[in-house]
C-alpha cells in the first residue's frame, strides 16, 4: 500500500499561478510512475501531466506551456507547477502513483481559478 497526499490547492486569479505537490511514501518511489489528474464537476477525470521513473515529462495539450510536472525521488515528491491558469482549470487535483500496475490516488486538493 501507497500513501498518496497532495498540497498546494486554493483559490487565485486568472492568470495567477499555484504549486501544487505530493507526498508519497514507499522506499522504492524512484519506481513509481507519477501523475496529475482533475476532474471538475459534472466531467470525468482527465491526465493533466504525467512523469515517468527516468524523469520523462508528459503534459495533456490543454496545459502545455502552462504547467510544468517534476520529481524529487530523494524527497519522495512530486510536484505539478501551474501558469498562466484560467477558469477552465478549475478542479480537484488528485496525484497518482503508478507502481507496476497498481494505482493509488490521494484525496485530492481544490483548484479554483475565479475573479
Known amino acids: 500500500q501507497v500513501q498518496v497526499v497532495e498540497s498546494g490547492g486554493g483559490l487565485v486569479q486568472p492568470g495567477g499561478s499555484l504549486r501544487l505537490s505530493c507526498a508519497a511514501s514507499g522506499s522504492i518511489f524512484s519506481l513509481y510512475v507519477m501523475g496529475w489528474y482533475r476532474q471538475a464537476p459534472g466531467k470525468q477525470r482527465e491526465l493533466v501531466a504525467d512523469i515517468g521513473r527516468g524523469g520523462t515529462p508528459n503534459c495533456a495539450d490543454s496545459v502545455k506551456g502552462r504547467f510544468t510536472i517534476s520529481r524529487d525521488n530523494a524527497k519522495n515528491m512530486v510536484y505539478l507547477q501551474m501558469n498562466s491558469l484560467k477558469p477552465e482549470d478549475t478542479a480537484v487535483y488528485y496525484c497518482?502513483?503508478?507502481?507496476?500496475?497498481?494505482?493509488?490516488w490521494g484525496q485530492g486538493t481544490q483548484v479554483t481559478v475565479s475573479s
Open positions: 497518482n502513483v503508478d507502481l507496476l500496475g497498481s494505482k493509488f
